[in-house]
């Protein structure tokens, strides 16, 4: 059997399907374009990663997609996301963090962004 770069547990798993049927409208919008490889990238949602579990994952690309709300912009917010993406990068992944209000409002934008970094990802242009 394939050994897991990133491990997690049954806990972790669970907690990510309960977050996967309480999407936020954020989510959801941006999940009707990430899913089925639109992006020729195949992403996950709510997944565990370790010892977090992160809003879309493409395991290929090595690239983590963030939406944040309110919470992440305090003093407590700011520094559990430092933590947190740098326990990631550790993990040699790439983190991209949107606002909820960014994915809203612009849709196009947060695509074109989340594209680029797949491309720059395989290395093509």
Not at 39 to 53: E, K, N, T, W
Not at 70 to 79: C, F, L
Request: aromatic letters at 8%; proline letters at 2%.
């Amino acid at each position: 059997m394939k050994k897991r770069a990133l491990t997690y547990s049954a806990r972790s798993l669970e907690r990510a399907r309960q977050l996967r049927r309480e999407s936020t409208n954020s989510e959801k919008k941006l999940w009707m374009f990430l899913r089925r490889n639109q992006l020729d990238s195949h992403f996950r949602r709510q997944a565990p990663c370790g010892r977090y579990i992160v809003d879309f994952v493409s395991l290929k690309e090595k690239l983590i997609v963030e939406l944040d709300g309110s919470q992440h912009y305090t003093d407590d917010g700011r520094a559990h996301d430092a933590a947190r993406d740098a326990y990631l990068q550790s993990k040699g992944l790439t983190v991209l963090r949107f606002s909820n209000l960014e994915v809203m409002k612009n849709i196009d934008g947060v695509l074109a962004e989340i594209e680029e970094h797949v491309k720059g990802r395989r290395g093509e242009p």
